[in-house]
């Protein structure tokens, strides 16, 4: 199977040496997103919940962009610089998610790029 790069660009364009995604077969590696809005270069970051808002719009575009959907994602990594923000953080991430959500892992971290407060990425599979 041939990798191929998937650069969107309704999704800010990566920062250092990566990919926006990675397709292999009918798996998708997304990098970790964090909330610049790719129209203005802005961050958006007045509040958690934009920032998670503005995070899941980015990796929204960056699954649209390789023919995948959320539905599709089956794993899920969240990083987040205070953990008293989850329960906000938790409460856009179900709006996307819905009832069936992926398989995720949430953890704290020291700093993230750009200092922003949430960062996540996702592996998704295209089952049909």
């Avoid at 179900?94 to 790029?113: C, I, K, M, S, T």
């Amino acid at each position: 199977m041939e990798k191929e790069i998937i650069a969107s660009p309704h999704a800010p364009a990566a920062i250092g040496p990566y990919s926006q995604a990675v397709k292999v077969g009918n798996t998708l590696y997304c990098s970790g997103q964090i909330a610049i809005d790719p129209s203005t270069g802005e961050l958006a970051n007045e509040s958690v919940e934009a920032e998670t808002r503005r995070v899941l719009e980015n990796l929204s575009a960056v699954l649209a962009e390789a023919g995948f959907v959320l539905s599709d994602v089956v794993r899920t990594t969240v990083y987040m610089t205070d953990m008293e923000e989850y329960a906000k953080i938790n409460k856009i991430y179900g709006e996307y998610f819905g009832d069936n959500p992926p398989a995720r892992a949430a953890v704290q971290v020291a700093n993230l790029p750009k200092y922003v407060r949430v960062e996540i990425s996702c592996i998704a599979v295209k089952t049909q």
